[in-house]
């Protein structure tokens, strides 16, 4: 008796599967293709075990390696993401991969819903009645030939790979999240599995995490160009971290 009414309880409950969105600096290659072949037979499994089910598959659009990439490819980057997010769409028909839905960061609904977003972080405060986002300044290695930061780990033999040059301790202006605010809540809720981490390992690695100085993160970029720009400064672009990831609720209505 147990067993059934649990069973039927579990029929009404709705299982949402996504792929990570890959990024389209480049052609798909094999790996992505495993990692949506995966996708596609669990969350098959799942449409005939339970019915209710959505797939989401996507392409991480912006950032200034799909700039430089497009500048390469002598294509204006929103068109050189029309091309690249093609292929991988083309790939999944020819696989006969079944998603519900396919999200680009530079869908219109998507950069609208990160606004709604952002709009809200920045009118929030914390339970201490401390803004949530604040001006600061973001520090790091800056290489004058790519014109971007560069970080510590991409420099070969200290200079940058690219352009054999040693970088530059530079700083600009940043909207910072204040991450430090909500760390012991998002610790205690990982410890009671409220925020669950699968594998055990990587619940581990996360938890390991907190033992490191975390520090608030900076969500904006000065001089980024291929971005979403910020709704409550022109004069930014969106750090594309916090533009992708948001993806997983954007494609399933946040924000509409
Ligand atoms: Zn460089």
Same mark, same amino acid.
């Given at each position: 008796?147990?067993?059934?009414?649990? =069973?039927?309880?579990?029929?009404?409950?709705?299982?949402?599967?996504?792929?990570?969105? %890959?990024? @389209?600096?480049?052609?798909?290659?094999? =790996?992505?293709?495993?990692?949506?072949?995966?996708?596609?037979?669990?969350?098959?499994?799942?449409? /005939?075990?339970?019915?209710?089910?959505?797939? +989401? !598959? =996507? !392409?991480?659009?912006?950032?200034?390696?799909?700039?430089?990439?497009?500048?390469?490819?002598?294509?204006?980057?929103?068109?050189?993401?029309?091309?690249?997010?093609?292929?991988?769409?083309?790939?999944?028909?020819?696989?006969?991969?079944?998603?519900?839905?396919?999200?680009?960061?530079?869908?219109?609904?998507?950069?609208?819903?990160?606004?709604?977003? +952002?709009?809200?972080?920045?009118?929030?405060?914390? $339970?201490?009645?401390?803004?949530?986002?604040?001006? =600061? $300044?973001?520090?790091?290695?800056?290489? /004058?030939?790519?014109?971007?930061?560069?970080?510590?780990?991409?420099?070969?033999?200290?200079?940058?790979?690219?352009?054999?040059?040693?970088?530059?301790?530079?700083?600009?202006?940043?909207?910072?999240?204040?991450?430090?605010?909500?760390?012991?809540?998002?610790?205690?809720?990982? +410890?009671?599995?409220?925020?669950?981490?699968?594998?055990?390992?990587?619940?581990?690695?996360? /938890?390991?995490?907190?033992?490191?100085?975390?520090?608030?993160?900076?969500?904006?970029? $000065?001089?980024?160009?291929?971005?979403?720009?910020?709704?409550?400064?022109?004069?930014?672009? @969106? %750090? @594309?971290?916090?533009?992708? +990831?948001?993806?997983?609720?954007?494609?399933?209505? %946040?924000?509409?």
């Amino acid at each position: 008796m147990k067993g059934k009414s649990k =069973g039927s309880k579990e029929k009404t409950k709705s299982f949402f599967l996504t792929t990570p969105i %890959y990024y @389209v600096n480049d052609r798909p290659h094999i =790996g992505q293709a495993y990692t949506t072949i995966a996708t596609d037979v669990l969350v098959g499994f799942k449409r /005939l075990a339970q019915g209710k089910s959505f797939f +989401l !598959t =996507g !392409t991480d659009e912006h950032g200034s390696k799909v700039f430089e990439s497009a500048q390469k490819a002598n294509l204006e980057t929103q068109n050189f993401c029309d091309v690249n997010s093609g292929y991988f769409k083309k790939l999944w028909e020819k696989l006969q991969i079944r998603y519900d839905y396919f999200v680009r960061t530079t869908d219109k609904r998507h950069e609208e819903a990160i606004g709604v977003f +952002l709009e809200k972080l920045f009118h929030s405060k914390t $339970e201490k009645g401390e803004p949530v986002i604040y001006k =600061g $300044e973001y520090k790091g290695l800056y290489c /004058l030939g790519c014109e971007k930061f560069i970080t510590e780990k991409e420099l070969v033999d200290g200079l940058c790979p690219d352009h054999q040059r040693k970088p530059q301790v530079l700083s600009e202006k940043n909207y910072f999240f204040r991450l430090s605010a909500y760390l012991p809540q998002i610790k205690e809720k990982i +410890l009671k599995d409220e925020i669950k981490i699968l594998p055990e390992e990587r619940k581990k690695e996360v /938890l390991g995490l907190f033992k490191q100085n975390l520090e608030d993160f900076s969500i904006s970029r $000065e001089k980024v160009k291929w971005g979403i720009t910020l709704p409550f400064d022109p004069g930014q672009k @969106v %750090y @594309v971290w916090v533009d992708a +990831l948001q993806n997983y609720i954007t494609a399933i209505g %946040y924000g509409d």
